[in-house]
């Protein structure tokens, strides 16, 4: 790892909810860099449950409920388009090293984002390996021939899945700090589905 600046965690994630995965996923992450960032995003590929604000609270929820001074959540980095958020990050932190963190589904995928080789000079592509989703050397491989660096991150986080809240009613894996208020605005018909 590179010490010469401080490394900046990019963390955008649907948040459509926030489960024990994500909560799991941003402490874990706490304990490997000195600083991590993350918002609400939409994502092109997914359809969401819920409006890209109502996604933003439940993850600010989950931010104040870790309440460690070194996570932020910088709902303003949040774009459809990787780059873009890459080209808003540079111009916060000209001087940081910035670690873009994907979990290993999305690994075969990066090289189909839109700039995907200018991308893969603005950060560190940081790898959280997800059950069910093995690291392939031949997706490592064409990362690393666009000129993407990658770091497969030393982290295990729980097999929770916001599908499984959406489509199964999963209670177990959504955070304490926020089932209030996914049954307050009947989120994901979860109250409908309580009675």
Known sequence: MNNSSTQIALLGTSADPPTYGHLALLEELLKIFPKVVTWASDNTMKSHGASLQKRHNLLNALVTEIADPRLELLQELSSPWTIKTLER????????????????DLLAQIPTWASAEVLLTKARIGIVPRQGWPLKIEHLNKIKSL??????????????AS???????????????????????NLYGLKDNLR
């Open 89 to 104: 990050a540079e111009i916060l932190w000209p001087s940081n090293e910035l670690i873009f963190i994907i979990g290993s």
């Open 147 to 160: 000129g993407g660096e990658i770091e497969v991150l030393p982290v295990n986080i729980p097999n929770t």
């Open 163 to 185: 599908s499984k809240v959406r489509s199964q009613t999963k209670l177990e894996q959504i955070p304490s700090s926020i089932l209030p208020m996914l049954l307050k605005d």
